[in-house]
């Protein structure tokens, strides 16, 4: 005998897609919503009445603006209701922030590594600020995020290569964060990934990424070069979570060691201490990369000839890197992150042109490369991890 679902199982099955669509932005009106879920009018009000009384959206009956025929009820995230702790580890320390729904961060707080810089002490350091930022505020936290600079293995949640924070290989980070969030006190779901990944999938949702089916995005933090492919609103991680590992493409065997042991590796041909080296420059410990990275591109667009020849090669090494990419996964978008981003707009050209030259797909001229659009696209992807438990079933997270 086949299971008979009642309305009110549909009506259940129907709240996490529906949060989704007002999450992300694609359904701003509630006859919005009924389309994009194939329901009725009246499952659909049912259903935003549901996430309203969760305290997850709000439901405005003054007709949205410029609509036809009956008027439809206006949707958004209610900004008082619950939040997420965004968390994001990087080579020179780690980054926390609150988010609400629809991808917005509250103001985030940036703290350097503690020394030594061991896993525990560093997720120890990472959950202590983060207890401090949920205590200050009034709204309930149902989750936390970490973005890690590190493949991290599925399912055990283990640091693969955590080259740039020298972390011993396969290093429990997701049940040592759990350990320390237990000891905090804190009672919230907990969940750990890679930040190109989780990049990857927050310019997908809310930024330069929207509408693409199949999006590559490249990115560099500090130090290494990540890369992460968006599959139709899906991340690919492939069998155990570590696809797309782009920082160790070879584009140059005569380059820069590596600390995988190779040569060349994008990883180190295309990150920021690669700019500054091809400059001529050391790397100052007591700034951040990023401000030096931004003094070379500044010195070259004043016409610094040794500063603009270091932008030409590294922009040469990523073009040669996303040919690489893009002629093995065929994507219809690449999106750069914030450092390379700042080479697009320094040489557009000379990479799209590198690009063409070096990849199939990218001769036919249909591929567009665009810079990314989020302030911190990896800490708004640790939001969007911490927020996964409650997108696929808000009534089974909030409501109990």
């Given amino acids: ?24 932005g694609a359904a701003p009106t509630r006859s919005a919503l009924t389309s994009a879920l194939g329901v009725t009018r009246a499952t659909a009000g049912a259903v935003t009445c549901e996430l309203e009384a969760l305290n997850l959206i709000t439901v405005d009956s003054r007709p949205a603006g410029g609509t036809r025929g009956r008027p439809s009820h206006r949707l958004a995230v209610d900004p008082s209701g619950p939040v997420v702790l965004a968390a994001q580890i990087h080579a020179d320390g780690f980054t926390v922030a609150l988010a609400t729904l629809g991808g917005a961060l509250g103001p985030h707080r940036d703290f350097p590594l503690p020394v030594p810089a061991s896993p525990e002490r560093v997720l120890h350091a990472v959950v202590t ?13 149902v989750g936390l995020g970490l973005a890690v600079p590190t493949p991290v293995a599925l399912p055990d949640r283990t640091a693969v290569a955590a080259m740039y924070l020298d972390w011993p290989s396969g290093t429990p980070v997701g049940d040592l964060l759990e350990q320390q969030v237990a000891a905090a006190g804190l009672s919230v779901a907990v969940d750990v990934a890679n930040d190109a990944n989780l990049a990857a999938l927050a310019e ?6 929207r509408g693409s089916r199949h999006l590559l995005y490249i990115t560099s933090g500090h130090r290494g070069v990540g890369g992460a492919l968006v599959v139709e609103g899906k991340l690919h991680t492939g069998s155990a ?10 584009v140059d065997p005569d380059g820069r060691l590596c600390p995988c042991g190779n040569r060349g590796c994008l990883d180190v041909e295309a990150d920021p201490p690669a700019l500054l080296a091809a400059a001529g420059r050391e790397v100052d410990p007591a700034r951040p990369l990023l401000d030096q990275t931004r003094d070379v591109l500044a010195d070259a667009a004043a016409g610094d000839a040794r500063a603009r020849g270091a932008v030409e090669h590294v922009t040469d090494r990523l073009g040669l890197g996303i040919a690489g990419v893009i002629n093995i996964l065929n994507p219809d978008r690449v999106v750069l992150g914030a450092f390379h981003s700042a080479l697009l707009v320094a040489a557009p050209d000379r990479l799209a042109r590198v690009v063409a030259e070096r990849s199939y797909w990218g001769r036919s001229g249909q591929i567009p490369i665009a810079p990314a659009v989020l302030e911190r696209s990896e800490l708004a992807g640790a939001a969007e991890l911490a927020w996964a438990p409650v997108l696929a079933d808000p009534l089974g997270v909030l409501g109990g």
């Fill in 1 to 24: 005998m086949q299971p008979t679902h009642t309305s009110a199982d549909r009506g259940r099955a129907a709240l996490g897609p529906a949060l989704e669509l007002v999450h992300t």
């Fill in 204 to 209: 997908h949702r809310h930024g330069a990424g």
């Fill in 129 to 141: 600020e983060a207890a401090a930022l949920i205590a200050a505020d009034p709204r309930r936290c």
């Fill in 241 to 250: 979570g570590l696809a797309l590992e782009v920082g160790q493409l070879t």
